[in-house]
């Protein structure tokens, strides 16, 4: 095998914009989240392999789980698994790849990609920790769809760092912080990830994997639904729409880059119950539909407040270089409770209640759990501690996790330890990633060993 080469993309919390994503007229606060999903690549040619390409790969970490297809133009680039098992975030993440990628002219025919997933995307329970001095992650004796998920996007992530280990056989010169490469995989993975999904969502996991923290506006679901339908039949009309719809269409989406401001930090805690996100959004969907122009007017009560949220963000990042001497006293504040007297703290404290109060009224008026009354209880008792600014069900909330924002000097361990309010809450060990897609180092992930 030559030329290893390893990439890794970020999982995320939508911190404002829930529901409202799925709307183009609205934008969003995505935070991308130092859980990443890994992928190590390898490829060679082998003679005679009746122009077949052959693709396999592993996800040891997941009771060994390992997938072998065939692909060939002959068959459309539909890939064909030897044991007949089924990962339809992977096959439709290398059907298009390779769709996309056909007119190239000599490609290696053997690849083999390890998935590597951080400790975070899945319930850590029976796992076995296996190490080596850069990686960590946890092996479960379960198949993939077998291990509880935390809602951190493991399949956008997954489909967006596959795509690019994928990609980067077509294109020995791929290059991940290029902006030009991060629009490409951006389009293949969003596409495979709702063909993969058979719904059209607002994109918003796929788009923090691949570029980070970000203010996101939705692309126009018609991009991606006006592509045939993907076939043996018709792989010549599906090619020439797909290379339209990745290179050449105007997607009208905003992907930003943002960040929290100096000093804030993100804590996100796992209540370890889960909610279903479809059952959650077509309840919220048909009271909107049945509610104007009440419903209209709650929408956009949240996005005022959600756009104060990514305005006072900036206005804070701005702060920080322009007025030092204020905003360390404004970190002096946050980290103490003197948060009134901080006009901005204020403002950002008080956008986050009015959302939060928003999303009660929907979950009433609507049967749709976002922010249930345990969740309000946990939140309420949370921006009661040291450091701690403002809380919020993420994304489309329900029983799933809880977002806050704080001090960076918080310590949400001791704060919360032995007190009965937070003993459901596992606090998850995260912070905001640095940056979205990224190249590693392959040798990173060689000779992990169990811990003693
Ligand atoms: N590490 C992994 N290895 C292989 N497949 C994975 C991995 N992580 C996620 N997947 C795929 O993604 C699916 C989970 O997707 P989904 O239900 O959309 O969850 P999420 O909300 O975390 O994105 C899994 O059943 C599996 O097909
Ligand atoms: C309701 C939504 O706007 C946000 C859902 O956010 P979550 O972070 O809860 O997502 P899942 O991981 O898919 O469950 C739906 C959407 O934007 O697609």
Known sequence: MKGVRAFSAPGKALLAGGYLVLDPKYESFVVALSARMHAVVSSTTVPDNDNKLIINVKSSQFNNNEWNYSVSKDQGYDPIERDGKSNPFIEFTISNVCNYFSDNESFDNKITIEIFSDAEYHSKENSLIMSNNYMSFPFHKKNIQDVPKTGLGSSAGLVTVLTTALSSVFLKDLDVSSIKYQHTIHNLAQIAHCQAQGKIGSGFDVAAATYGSIIYRRFLPEIISQLPELSVDNFERYHNALKDVVD??????????????????????????????????????????????????????????????????????????????????????????????????????????????????????????????????????????????????????????????????TDIESETSGLTAFSNVSWMKLKQAECGLMEEDPQHYIGLRAAH
Request: charged share 25%; hydrophobic share 35%.
């Open 248 to 409: 050449t269409c105007n997607w009208k989406m905003i992907a930003s880059p943002t960040n929290l401001p100096k000093g804030f930090k993100l804590i996100m805690g796992d209540v370890n119950t889960g909610s279903e996100t479809v059952k959650l959004v077509q309840k919220v969907k048909k009271w909107y539909a049945n509610n104007q122009p009440h419903s209209l007017d709650v929408y956009n009560c949240i996005d005022e407040n959600n756009m104060k949220i990514i305005q006072l963000c900036k206005t804070l990042d701005s702060l920080s270089k322009t007025d030092t001497v204020y905003y360390s006293q404004l970190l002096e504040g946050l980290y103490n409770g003197y948060t009134d007297d901080f006009k901005e703290l204020k403002e950002f404290k008080h956008a986050f209640l009015t959302i939060r109060k928003n999303f009660r009224l929907i979950s009433k008026e609507s049967g749709a759990d976002i922010e249930p009354s345990i969740q309000t209880e946990l939140l309420d008792n949370c921006i009661q501690i040291k450091g701690v600014l403002a809380g919020v069900v993420p994304g489309a909330g329900g029983f799933d996790a809880i977002s806050l924002i704080a001090s960076e000097n």
